[in-house]
């Protein structure tokens, strides 16, 4: 099992940034991937960016490419989310996630509100 603890949420206005961090603890010995969703009031939990152990590669959701940037340090179990230029249409619940082995997204943590106002 893998736990994840989410930090970095609040409230900002448009333009400026926030960053997210999340703590994974547990079996975190495993090789995962690991990524940010979000979820807005009324809408489905959609994919931010995500980023692969195996090389770093990552990727990105079209709606945040070029102001998001997700790193991890394996070292410290550790992944973060810049939010550069936000917009309202960003405010969301926050997750950070991590895969299994099938490449399914199956833990989550509790989630952080990031709330953007115009």
């Known amino acids: 099992q893998v736990q994840l603890v989410e930090s970095g949420g609040g409230l900002v206005q448009a333009g400026g940034s926030l960053r997210l961090s999340c703590a994974a603890s547990?079996?975190?010995?495993?090789?995962?991937?690991m990524g940010w969703f979000r979820q807005a009031p009324g809408k489905l939990r959609e994919f931010v960016a995500g980023?692969?152990?195996?090389?770093?590669?990552?990727n990105y959701a079209d709606s945040v490419k070029g102001r998001f940037t997700i790193s991890r340090d394996n070292s410290k179990n550790t992944l973060a989310l810049q939010m550069n230029n936000l917009k309202p249409e960003d405010t969301a619940v926050y997750y950070c996630?991590?895969?299994?082995?099938?490449?399914?997204?199956?833990?989550w943590g509790q989630g952080t509100q990031v709330t953007v106002s115009s």
């Open positions: 547990g079996r975190t010995s495993g090789r995962f991937g």
């Open positions: 980023i692969s152990w195996i090389d770093g590669n990552t």
């Open positions: 996630a991590a895969q299994e082995s099938t490449g399914s997204w199956k833990y």
